[in-house]
């Protein structure tokens, strides 16, 4: 059987099991739609979440992306998934006590006022949004490569899925999606990872072969690496080229960006009990583990497999794989020096390879010369983590729109039915919005995850952590921290990284202590901290019932249901 | 429950979280980035243990981490009798 007639029944065979799991798990409350009925076991609920925060660039890019960062890579390792210590800590337990339905919920009832909500509304749809647009081109393009479609078909095929799933079941179905998602990701990562492990080290476990020796030359394989690359000229493996400050910056950024994303945050309201919140992030995390220690070693073989099979070797006997990647543009050869040989190299006018770090995950089955439904079932995990992630963030929109704008706001008389009916709504606009985005991706579209990051960890993350732990932190404090954290991060952005109001974006040289773009979610969210302490103790204390609040929500006893006063 | 027994149970937590968010903060910023080329010329198997702590890790440890509070708050909660 052909690769593209197994990709189709495998990837056929999977949405029908996300379309019958929304039918199956239908929302029928607010409640099942916005929070799946608090009734979800905390092992579910932390494979929902593992799924819900493995985007398709964890899945697709990121073992690609480490392969050509080298030690540098930890940033993305560390980083994706350090922040779950903090929500474990700081985070997850205190807000499920708290028992509401959204994250603007709580900054809007902690803060006593509908400002600070709006502002929280307006962050989360930002966040989500920035976020969302990758998701979908991530379906596209999956689809474009695996089944020859156009990227746009595959988009509009994405949408109507997720539309489904998430408009029928809310939460509820969502939650229930996530779970098989979360299996068919993890098994498709995890087969050509150990069949490739034991071509190359001869042991079966990709994190014991990453410290082994490589079985054809009895040489440790990151040993051999670091060789290889001194060879061609391009930094050590195991070293890093990045300075030292931003490789915390950009670290730290996303820890407390991952712990202030409210997709993710709001994961842990669908759990029973406070303790089942502690818990299911710690199962969450492990299986992000899973993933998340097994892409190095992936990036290891993947660019040792690289360089032994192109480097100084003849144009014309590459592999198959190599011909079939070349035509989609993803790889390729300019022979500069006419010798007929490969020369990759790190010094740029000697190179003649160029590789998309994309495919070093789409493309490891063929080269090990795995059975054509491996392949396809990269395709249907690709599909799976990036459908997942956007059904979560599509989510938080629309109950964003219909519970903290409009019943919250405009129209607080709203019935339960009525309010159901928006979020539907909310729902519909959502994935129509992203969508567009998705067909007509916009320029900084490769920014986006530094900046949903960013704005997470210059937002939400300082607000909520103060609204726990600092009794006498006020509304003006929180707000006016979250409205100079989110104005500094779009500003250094917009500025270092898209070249906006100036005539060229500046070169690093110039960058502020040496922190990148990416990293620079970490000065604003210190900003944010450091001016929401200040102000709030210029300004009144809040009022006594709103400190009550904050001595509840340090007692795990009584979160009960989610209340809807 | 009485207030000096909340003002406990409390102290008590954010002992612990402080604890552990040192040992956070020292897998992985300080063992893994500000020092992690002193720790690379100790190997372990056949990595540098700089870079594994950084790639490899630090991860595991998160994990403990989480394990550890899970089981510590459960007993905590217990013993001060605000349990679910």
Redesign the interface.
């Known amino acids: 059987m052909s690769v593209q007639l197994w990709t189709f029944i495998i990837v056929g065979l999977t949405f029908a099991t996300y379309i019958g799991i929304a039918i199956w798990s239908r929302a029928s409350s607010t409640k099942d739609f916005y929070i799946a009925g608090q009734g979800i076991h905390p092992v579910v609920n932390g494979m929902a979440t593992a799924a819900d925060w493995m985007s398709a660039a964890s899945f697709i890019s990121m073992a690609g992306l480490i392969s050509f960062m080298g030690y540098d890579g930890a940033v993305y390792l560390m980083g994706w998934t350090g922040g779950y210590v903090l929500l474990a800590l700081l985070l997850a337990p205190y807000l499920r006590k708290f028992g509401k339905f959204t994250v603007p919920d709580f900054i809007g009832d902690r803060y006593y006022s509908n400002v600070a909500r709006t502002v929280a509304v307006i962050a989360a749809i930002i966040v989500s949004f920035t976020y969302v647009a990758g998701q979908m081109r991530g379906v596209g393009v999956v689809f474009a490569r695996f089944l020859e479609v156009p990227i746009n078909t595959g988009v509009f095929i994405g949408m109507a899925i997720v539309f489904f799933y998430a408009v029928v079941g809310g939460m509820k179905g969502i939650t229930y999606t996530q779970v098989a998602q979360y299996c068919i990701l993890i098994f498709a990562y995890m087969v050509p990872a150990i069949f490739i492990s034991f071509a190359i080290t001869g042991n079966v476990i990709p994190q014991v072969g990453f410290l082994s020796t490589e079985s054809s030359s009895g040489v440790y394989l990151l040993e051999k690496l670091d060789m290889l690359h001194r060879e061609l000229g391009f930094h050590e493996y195991t070293t890093g080229s990045k300075s030292m400050i931003d490789v915390f910056a950009i670290t730290f950024a996303l820890m407390v960006g991952t712990a202030g994303l409210p997709h993710v945050i709001v994961r842990f309201f669908t759990v029973p009990k406070v303790s089942d919140a502690r818990k299911s992030a710690g199962w969450a995390l492990l299986f992000i583990a899973i993933l998340y220690t097994t892409a190095p070693a992936i990036a290891v073989f993947a660019r040792t497999n690289l360089i032994n099979t192109v480097s100084e070797k003849k144009y014309t006997e590459m592999p198959q794989w190599f011909k079939s990647w070349e035509g989609t543009g993803l790889i390729k050869y300019e022979d500069k020096n006419s010798d007929g040989k490969i020369q990759y190299v790190a010094d740029k006018d000697a190179n003649e390879l160029t590789i998309d770090r994309d495919i070093m995950v789409l493309a490891n089955p063929e080269i090990a010369n795995l059975p054509a439904w491996v392949i396809a079932l990269v395709a249907a995990g690709g599909l799976a983590a990036a459908l997942s992630t956007a059904a979560g963030l599509l989510l938080v929109i629309s109950t964003s729109l219909s519970h903290d704008l409009i019943k919250k706001q405009i129209k607080p008389d709203l019935t339960e039915k009525q309010e159901l009916m928006w979020a539907r709504i909310g729902a519909i606009f959502a994935v129509l919005v992203a969508g567009y985005f998705g067909i007509n991706p916009p320029g900084f579209v490769a920014a986006t995850v530094a900046l949903a990051f960013g704005f997470a960890a210059a937002s939400f993350f300082p607000a909520i952590i103060l609204g726990i732990f600092d009794k006498r932190m006020n509304k003006e404090g929180a707000i006016s921290g979250m409205v100079v954290g989110l104005v500094l991060m779009f500003f250094y952005m917009a500025v270092y990284k898209l070249g906006w109001f100036v005539e060229a974006t500046p070169p690093p040289t110039e960058w502020w202590f040496g922190i990148s773009p990416e990293g620079f979610g970490t000065v604003a969210m210190f900003v944010n901290l450091i001016i929401a302490v200040v102000v709030s103790r210029m300004t009144p204390p809040p009022p006594a019932d709103v400190q009550q609040i904050v001595e509840d929500i340090r007692v795990p006893r009584g979160a009960g249901a989610a209340h809807i006063h | 429950?009485s207030k000096t027994d909340?003002k406990e149970?409390?102290r008590r937590?954010i002992r612990i979280?402080l604890i552990?968010?040192s040992i956070?903060f020292f897998v992985?910023?300080v063992l893994?980035?500000?020092f992690?080329?002193a720790l690379?010329s100790i190997s372990?198997?056949?990595?540098?243990l700089g870079?594994?702590f950084?790639?490899?890790g630090?991860?595991?440890v998160?994990?403990i981490?989480?394990?550890y509070?899970?089981r510590y708050?459960?007993k905590l909660?217990k013993e001060y009798?605000?349990?679910?």
Do not use: C, P, R
């Open positions: 429950m909340l149970y409390w937590n979280v552990l968010l956070w992985s910023y893994s980035i500000f992690v080329d690379n372990i198997g056949g990595a540098k870079f594994w950084a790639q490899q630090s991860i595991y998160f994990l981490i989480i394990y509070y899970v708050m459960n909660d009798d605000v349990n679910e």
